[in-house]
């Protein structure tokens, strides 16, 4: 009779144990777990902290007692196995209910001490209000704490899965959530541009997100933890969760002289074998190669491990007759209304792994659009760009972001490539998917690009190629061109592009775009076969491009400003009692009251319904539109704004957009007295020279108005732009009339010249000295003071495009506009200035 020896318990332990029992019913299975349950729904656990699941003992997959009577397995909780004698083959057991200590012997060890929380050495960091999540007891420490009357907030450090399903749950108790993450963006399992669509997401739902912003820091003050980051900022909370990853609690296989890996998880074989073949090693704790790079991996995911413990009891039942293949690690999760998911590789592991990768991005409807509740979801594979091979696979949306990752998954796995996802069946009905699946969508796109009718390019791509003189050519429509735009961006909608085709120049790169790539593929076939080859089409089109660079700039902007952004929050209602009981919009007076379903219209559908049924309407009438693209919350907003209606409110569940816009009336032109007595907040300036003395006044009256409490836009054009320039901007690459202007104006505000007595350069030299004299800030402190009060500093798009001047040229901070941004500014403002 065999003894087997099991050594942790959860899906490793336990999965292995239940195996072996139903392949030998007469061995003795012992199991050892030092924690006080053999297996729990650790999964479930943020769920439990968020009320979600009421009941604690659902949480409980397995007990000892029902172990026993099931399987006759030996399951010994709150006992430890201290250390390993391999040459006798036993171990030895603590009871730490007791303390005493005895041996056990084995004929197959197997080894599941899962991962423990990484806790770094920070100060402060054993407060006792500061916790992880890996077992039912932290769990039980921090539903106490939240249960607590007085804890109000809670910062979550680590943006991973279970720190984002914390924070979703913490404030769903109510708390104010602020999630902290050291990387540039969340869940580092997919790419930026999936992550971008989470981001904001997640501001939707007021968390406040400081990324690329580690913990430097905890200190108690009081009954309040004070958190210090890198950056100088300090946050005050009630309570915090750690949740910055885990690594693999192998001190036991170390001490026994197993093999292991450099992060110190134990290496196995395909059989789970470690360096000693009496021990196998399963769960999060093992290294073994990755069936997609052939690189040793560790990867602590609940499906992996289960699936290990049914192989390695077969493996030790049977000899060693069923090798494990590895995992792509396949993972999900639920983030409020979102579901995001990720398989395989993501391009960040494509670039570590030195592998060719190309990429397909889609973002469609859930089921068929004309169908009720179609919600959007984004689908992204990466690919090999040659052979068409999967790598990897993220989907985010509101509905069906599980299934189409399952597929994908299986396709991966089994080493398929982007022709299989064109030729996927899919179960089709309207209520379940549409007839060409998002799946097949980005097949197609990827097929296209290997057959080379197209040539697909990133959002990163798109950029670096606009810098760098591209003509940009946007092929959507007006009202969606109105809405937002690509900076530099040329409209041409795609219907129009065969009778304009003189307007796009032949000598230069082209990057087309639409709201999301069908247009841009329209419009990159209709310029090919018109004799245009350097075309390249943005693959996810405007919303992939928009989500990303707007993540961009909350990370370039001042922390000031970061802040203000948050404090508007996307959502809103300010008028709460606007909606009657039956669903319509409330009325007051005879006004009309429109309601319109946009639910499965993507971008610019909804914006264009409403913009139709508003042309219907008089001052005063109030429409109510319901929708599903993600992109409608902001989309309505800009449009309410250019057009003069007010938006009453605006709110979001589960994924689906409402909105209440009243239609606004003629704007009076006022005169006179009436004119004086309007109430302009605003101040603006355009900076046109760059003379170091009028650079200095135009910050002295920007800084005053600030101080009076006016809003302020500097609007830099022309020469004006060297006063943003940065002093070291690092190589920046320009064409031969770039480098021209660049040499010619001021490196940065330092080598500013006066407009008057400017002696060969001695002028400012004695101005900064006679200022510096008198007490009076110097231009670069007056700079910072601006951006700390708020200025908002816009430099003029087309201005930088003649002057040769790139945005990594300038200052942090700094917005890209045009014309229409300083006449929006200039409209509420009471004061306008030109220097």
């Known amino acids: 009779m065999a003894t087997y020896v099991i050594v942790g318990g959860v899906a490793g332990g336990a999965g292995t144990a239940a195996r072996l029992r139903r392949l030998d019913e007469k061995a003795e299975i012992i199991m050892f777990e030092r924690g006080e349950h053999i297996s729990f729904a650790n999964c479930g656990l943020p769920y439990y902290a968020g009320g979600v699941i009421t009941d604690r003992s659902r949480l409980f997959v397995m007990t000892p007692e029902k172990f026993k009577e099931a ?77 607590r009357e007085d804890t109000k907030s809670a910062v979550v450090v680590g943006a991973g899965f279970i720190g984002l399903e914390m924070a979703e749950n913490l404030k769903e108790r109510g708390l104010d959530v602020t999630v902290v993450e050291a990387l540039d963006q969340v869940m580092n399992v997919i790419d930026y541009d999936m992550a971008a669509i989470v981001q904001q997401h997640l501001r939707d739902k007021d968390i406040r997100l400081k990324l690329k912003d580690g913990v430097s820091s905890f200190a108690r003050k009081g009954s309040i933890l004070e958190i210090t980051l890198s950056s100088g900022t300090v946050l005050k909370t009630d309570m915090v969760i750690l949740s910055i990853g885990v690594r693999p609690d192998t001190a036991l296989a170390r001490e026994a002289g197993l093999e292991v890996a450099q992060n110190g998880a134990i290496k196995v074989d395909e059989f789970f074998a470690t360096s000693d073949p009496s021990i196998r090693a399963v769960g999060d704790a093992i290294e073994f190669r990755s069936p997609l790079t052939g690189l040793p991996v560790t990867v602590p995911l609940a499906g992996p491990a289960n699936k290990q413990a049914r192989l390695c009891a077969d493996n030790i039942v049977k000899g060693n007759t069923r090798p494990y293949g590895g995992t792509i690690a396949t993972s999900i999760a639920k983030i409020f209304d979102i579901t995001v998911a990720s398989t395989g590789l993501t391009g960040k592991n494509l670039e570590r792994a030195g592998l060719p990768w190309a990429e397909a991005v889609t973002h469609s409807g859930s089921h068929a659009g004309y169908y009720p509740n179609s919600l959007q979801i984004a689908v992204k594979i990466l690919y090999h760009p040659e052979t068409g091979k999967l790598w990897g696979a993220q989907a985010v949306g509101f509905d069906g972001a599980d299934k189409r990752i399952d597929v994908l998954a299986a396709y991966i796995k089994k080493e398929g490539t982007v022709h299989d996802l064109a030729e996927f069946e899919q179960a089709y009905a309207p209520p379940f998917s549409s007839a060409k699946d998002p799946i097949n969508m980005v097949g197609f796109i990827a097929e296209n690009a290997l057959d080379k009718l197209t040539r697909t390019i990133t959002w990163k791509e798109a950029e670096a190629l606009r810098k760098n003189g591209a003509f940009m050519l946007d092929v959507r429509t007006k009202e969606e061109f109105d809405l937002g735009s690509i900076p530099g961006a040329v409209l041409i909608p795609n219907t129009e592009l065969r009778n304009r085709l003189a307007e796009v120049p032949k000598d230069r790169e082209i990057v087309v775009n639409c709201g999301m790539g069908l247009r841009g593929y329209l419009a990159e076939r209709i310029l090919r076969e018109n004799g245009y080859a350097r075309v390249s089409n943005l693959t996810g089109g405007y919303k992939t491009w928009k989500a990303a660079t707007l993540e961009v700039e909350y990370l370039t902007n001042p922390p000031a400003q970061t802040e203000a952004a948050h404090a508007q929050p996307a959502l809103f209602d300010k008028n709460a009692q606007v909606i009657e009981e039956d669903g319509s919009p409330r009325r007051h007076g005879n006004e009309k009251a429109i309601v319109i379903d946009a639910c499965g219209l993507q971008c610019p559908g909804p914006i264009i319904r409403l913009k139709q049924e508003a042309g219907n309407m008089e001052s005063g009438d109030r429409i109510r539109i319901q929708a599903t693209d993600p992109g409608f919350a902001r989309d309505v907003k800009a449009w309410c704004s250019l057009t003069g209606n007010e938006l009453i409110s605006l709110t979001s569940e589960s994924g689906k957009i409402d909105a209440v816009i009243e239609k606004g009336g003629p704007k009076p032109v006022l005169s006179g007295r009436s004119a004086a007595a309007a109430p302009l907040s605003g101040a603006t300036l355009i900076v046109f020279s760059n003379d170091f003395d009028k650079a200095l006044a135009s910050f002295v009256l920007a800084n005053g108005a600030a101080a009076t409490g006016k809003d302020v836009t500097m609007f830099f054009t022309f020469w004006g732009l060297s006063v943003l320039r940065k002093k070291h901007p690092g190589r920046v690459k320009k064409d031969v009339m770039g480098k021209m202007f660049g040499a010619m104006l001021p490196a940065h505000m330092g080598k500013l010249s006066l407009s008057s007595m400017n002696f060969a350069g001695m002028g400012p030299v004695m101005m900064k000295t006679r200022m510096k004299q008198k007490h009076v800030d110097q231009l670069e402190s007056m700079v910072s003071q601006a951006r700390m009060a708020g200025i908002r500093m816009v430099a003029c798009q087309m201005s930088m495009d003649i002057m040769g001047i790139t945005k990594e040229e300038l200052i942090d901070g700094v917005e890209i506009g045009g014309v229409a941004t300083y006449m929006e500014a200039a409209s509420a403002s009471g004061v306008n200035l030109f220097v």
């Open 71 to 147: 399987l006759n397995v030996e399951a010994k909780v709150r006992h430890e196995v201290v250390s390993i004698n391999r040459n006798e083959k036993t171990v030895k057991v603590k009871n730490l209910a007791t303390g005493s200590e005895y041996e056990q012997a084995y004929d197959a060890l197997i080894l599941s001490p899962g991962a423990s929380p990484v806790k770094p050495p920070i100060p402060g960091i054993d407060d006792p209000d500061i916790m992880s999540l890996r077992s039912v007891s932290d769990i039980d420490r921090i539903k106490t704490r939240i249960d």
